[in-house]
């Protein structure tokens, strides 16, 4: 079960968090190389152009890492088609495939700065026969289905389902963390779209939380 408060060492320490990651998700020490490897990766192609915010890099492995790996805790254990919208540096989606050898994952991010450095992670970790990365927009990629729909700090909740529903099944589950604005986001949506949703709590910020959703479809016009 997902843990219901944040654990008081998450962001403190790099290294604590890095191995907090590791016991929480029981991740073995090949994948738990792999992600360094990729945290070796960014802080080096950060020097040359903006994939995270400067001020995050001393919290990598807080506010990057385990913050993209706990989707893991709502996510189902099968094999999954996983579409990550916005994928910028690879968060959640690239860590996420890293970690669940069964996902096949695709990464859609419009700046071919940033692709190049997602091919380079997903090559350098052995996943690029798992990972498609697509520099275009959402709304520009033809329709196809998933199983599960992600994306972070990239949009409002009613923008996300606007792009994301061409990709969706009923059943898709819509795993999207959000900040303290998130009721007021679900409100808002609920005028265009009809769905069903859970609030978890995010294990890397108590004011934030994750929104899973089902069922999302488009209400229509009376």
């Known amino acids: 079960m997902p843990p219901e408060v944040v654990p008081p060492e998450v962001g403190a320490d790099d290294d604590e968090d890095r191995r907090y990651l590791a016991e929480h998700f029981s991740v073995p020490r090949e994948t738990m190389g792999r992600l360094s490897d990729y945290a070796t990766l960014l802080v080096e192609w950060q020097a040359r152009m903006n994939l995270v915010g400067p001020a995050t890099l001393p919290h990598l492995w807080a506010r990057h890492f385990l913050d993209s790996a706990q989707l893991l805790d709502h996510a189902p254990g099968r094999p999954l088609d996983w579409l990550d919208l916005g994928s910028g540096a690879g968060f959640p989606g690239l860590v996420i495939a890293i970690m669940r050898p069964h996902v096949t994952m695709t990464l859609v991010e419009s700046r071919a700065k940033k692709c190049a450095f997602l091919k380079e992670v997903a090559k350098h970790c052995g996943v690029a026969d798992r990972v498609t990365v ?53 409100a808002d949506a609920r005028k265009t779209f009809g769905f069903s949703a859970q609030l978890r709590p995010s294990i890397t910020d108590p004011a934030a939380r994750i929104v899973l959703a089902h069922g999302v479809q488009r209400r229509s016009r009376k």
């Open 134 to 186: 697509l520099a275009e927009r959402a709304e520009a990629l033809p329709s196809a289905r998933f199983d599960v729909i992600s994306a972070r700090a990239l949009a409002s909740l009613s923008q996300l389902f606007d792009w994301g529903l061409r990709f969706a099944e009923s059943d898709t589950l819509w795993l999207l963390p959000k900040g303290a604005s998130v009721e007021s986001e679900l």
